[in-house]
């Protein structure tokens, strides 16, 4: 099976062996080998755990999966590390609730299952967190967690036979209509809406219409609308078929649970859990501001394609969509474990405003025809060697695949607001095309076709000495750009 390699891969995978050679910095033993620490608390040499993790996603992980999988790298100097599994069990309509069922037979180590999942499988506790229109905004969902809800929901996971090691915030799910816009409850009736999760389901069958269990990466084709978040929309190119985007009409959150195989489970040591537990507290703390800048990435790449209405629901629209749901809350109510949470996130939510509707409220980047200084073809070249003596993330003994990903040949045409990328490497070859505008000493790059296509804004700081053009990254992006320096071949 021939291995697909992303941009946001790449940047993973770079980005691990960048830990791993900072944590040999303040190691004993030099590589990601470390020291570990038996349970008296003594040093002794130990080899590293690797824990395999089920993503239902393919390609680069969510940021808040990658800030645990960094505590837990850095926490444990190295002797604890996680090694993500994407794209697992691609086009299975019971993804969620068949990687429960692997992680308890011990298939792999870790997963994260939304919060959604656990209904299949007669699991309602999560049900107040994911009621419809109640958890409506990023500033009610932080309250939440910081209030400690989830974590009280967290334990039940255990009878699904799985241990809980946490929960993470997550994107806000809106409504995106495939072919025209409907927002009162009548409109619902006999339309096909994709969901994930038997809430969900219930949510829209109340309104009348005919829910889909749908999977990651889920092609639309044949349906009317579908529950989903901007960042989705924009990186699985949904806007080249759906028109409207309610992004007002916030339906749910969709809350990371991580969970691990009981027998991996009882053979961690009491710190390696405790490593664990504290990696996904420090994920969480930094959920929300990740999903905000997710949703931001997402909701500017739409707008600049241009192909999608924004719509704002009016405040009757939701009204109106909020009361044809009675029968369920009633159902919900009837739970009084349910019934106390739900008036424990209807008192938060009271102390905090409605959010302004996300759209194209600000004026995109605007990718002309300018001619820039750094207007050209240019070219980058690195070996091997290059990386080990002169750039500080390759900390020898890098790793032999690292080293084959990011050496080769690089290419660059920059002309008139446009540009063409390619890398041909070893084990890799990348064509990417796009726009980019210069502001400043600032660089912004976005990927229309290729490879890189969707991935979103890729900002850098530029400089140009001596002939020489160099790039130094900005925020999470990826680093490739800035290896060496680029030498211009022609005009």
């Known amino acids: 099976m021939t291995r697909q390699f992303t941009r946001r891969s790449l940047l993973d995978m770079r980005s691990a062996y960048t830990l791993c050679a900072a944590a040999t910095l303040v190691a004993v033993a030099a590589g990601c080998s470390g020291s570990g620490t038996t349970k008296a608390g003594s040093h002794a040499a130990a080899k590293p755990v690797v824990l395999t993790f089920a993503s239902v996603i393919s390609g680069g992980q969510p940021d808040v999966l990658g800030t645990f999988a960094q505590e837990v790298d850095r926490r444990s100097h190295g002797n604890l590390s996680i090694r993500f599994l994407a794209n697992w069990r691609p086009s299975d309509t019971r993804q969620e609730p068949e990687t429960i069922d692997d992680v308890r ?44 809800i989830p974590n009280r929901m967290l334990a039940a996971v255990r009878r699904a036979g799985v241990e809980p090691i946490g929960i993470l915030p997550g994107p806000l799910r809106v409504l995106l209509d495939v072919h025209d816009l409907r927002l009162r409850p009548s409109d619902f009736r006999a339309r096909t809406v994709g969901v994930a999760g038997a809430l969900a389901a219930a949510t829209f069958r109340t309104l009348g219409a005919r829910p889909r269990n ?30 409207y985007f309610v992004t007002n009409l916030v339906l749910w959150p969709r809350p990371l649970v991580l969970i691990a195989a009981p027998r991996v489970w009882h053979r961690l040591s009491p710190s390696q859990r405790r490593i664990l537990a504290a990696a996904s507290a420090t994920a969480a703390a930094a959920g929300i501001r990740l999903a905000r800048r997710s949703e931001g990435d997402g909701l500017r790449e739409l707008c600049r394609r241009g192909r999608i ?122 064509h990417s095309t796009g726009v980019f505008v210069v502001r400043g000493d600032t660089i912004v790059f976005v990927w229309t076709g290729g490879h890189d296509a969707g991935e979103g804004p890729s900002r850098y700081h530029w400089s140009l000495y001596r002939g020489a053009l160099t790039f130094r990254p900005i925020g999470r992006v990826p680093a490739e750009f800035g290896l060496a320096p680029w030498h211009r071949t022609g005009r």
Not at 218 to 241: K, W
Not at 310 to 317: E, H, Q, T
């Open 105 to 148: 037979r011990g298939r792999v180590d870790l997963a994260w299952v939304a919060a959604r999942a656990w209904d299949w499988l007669g699991i309602h506790d999560f049900d107040a967190l994911l009621t419809p229109f109640l958890v409506d905004s990023y500033a009610t969902e932080a309250a939440v967690f910081r209030a400690g």
């Open 214 to 243: 749908v999977y990651a990466q889920t092609p639309i084709t044949g349906l009317d609308a579908i529950e989903m978040q901007p960042s989705s929309v924009a990186n699985n190119q949904y806007d080249s078929t759906a028109r």
């Open 309 to 430: 209405h924004f719509v704002s629901a009016s405040a009757a629209a939701v009204a109106r969509l909020v009361r044809a749901e009675a029968p369920l809350y009633k159902r919900l109510a009837s739970d009084p474990v349910t019934r106390a949470y739900l008036a424990e996130i209807a008192r938060l939510k009271r102390d905090h405003a409605r959010e302004r509707a996300a759209g194209c409220t600000k004026t995109p980047l605007s990718f002309g025809h300018a001619v820039s200084v750094i207007d050209g073809v240019w070219n980058m070249h690195v070996t091997p060697d290059y990386l080990i003596h002169h750039h500080p993330s390759y900390l020898p003994p890098p790793p032999p695949e690292a080293l084959k990903l990011d050496s080769g040949s690089y290419h660059f045409v920059l002309r008139h607001g446009r540009v063409d990328y390619a890398h041909r490497a070893p084990l890799i070859q990348v």
